[in-house]
């Protein structure tokens, strides 16, 4: 029995309230539709804090019926950062990324 609700678990992930105030909302990498989300749930009224969790050329994608939108997560931290949104890699992450590009 504890198999088949801990399987529910993992297989069906809880997403959380959609409705309702929270303390942060939180987007874990990567980022690829995630963060046009959670930009919406921030504009909703949902809370005043979004923390973004991402990797060096991290990129985000809105796609719909009119266009195919691209921004750097990067970009968005950066222009976000004094409205209430905290941006986080992990540092594993990083030196992974850094030595990809000492090697080439």
């Known amino acids: 029995m504890w198999f ?5 678990g993992v297989v069906f992930l809880p997403q959380g309230e959609a409705e309702g105030q ?10 690829e539709h995630r963060l046009y989300t959670v930009t919406q749930l921030i504009e909703n009224g949902h809370s005043d ?5 991402w ?5 985000a994608i809105r796609d719909t019926e009119e ?4 921004i750097s997560v990067t970009n968005y931290c950066e222009e976000h950062a ?5 941006c986080f890699t992990s ?9 990809l590009h000492d090697s080439v």
């Open 82 to 86: 004094d409205n209430g949104v905290t």
């Open 22 to 31: 929270s303390d942060a909302v939180v987007s874990l990498a990567p980022q």
């Open 67 to 70: 266009s195919v939108r691209q």
């Open 4 to 8: 088949l609700f801990i399987a529910g």
């Open 55 to 59: 990797f060096v050329d991290d990129v």
């Open 91 to 99: 540092r594993v992450a990083m030196a992974r990324h850094e030595s």
């Open 49 to 53: 804090t979004l923390i973004i969790s």
